[in-house]
């Protein structure tokens, strides 16, 4: 039989990007939201802020610093199971819009679908 050799993941396009604030629409988190620390576009998740806490435990290492216990730490969430959250309407899905700039250029910014503000801080 062939082996089955694992395929790489598809590239996902993740339209959501670091410092954006988004709410966990399934999953253990449910319902929690934060701050996008991290976009892993190859995996197709996140890191967000206090979400998805998972607990490490480590041995002192004193030679290089590390204290024993428990850590608390974030894990990667998949981006399906988030939503980005709208200033001003709460979550909502990413639009987008193609604003012309003065120098005749094309720019696209990500807008909200439910009030059509715009999602990208200047
Ligand atoms: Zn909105």
Redesign the pocket.
């Known amino acids: 039989m062939a082996k089955l050799k694992r395929k790489p993941a598809e590239p996902v396009r993740i339209d959501i990007k670091k410092n954006d604030t988004v709410r966990v629409i399934s999953g253990r988190d449910k319902g929690k939201s934060g701050r996008v620390l991290d976009v892993d576009k190859d995996r197709g998740k996140l890191l967000v802020e206090h979400v998805m806490m998972i607990k490490r435990h480590t041995r002192p290492n004193p030679s290089k610093q590390i204290k024993g216990g428990i850590a608390e730490r974030e894990s990667p969430i998949a981006v399906s199971n988030v939503m980005i959250v ?5 979550p ?1 899905r990413i639009g987008h819009h193609i604003e012309t700039t003065s120098g005749g250029k094309a720019r696209r910014t990500r807008v ?6 715009t999602l990208d801080a200047k």
């Open positions: 709208c200033a001003q309407c709460g909502s909200c679908r439910k009030c059509g503000q």
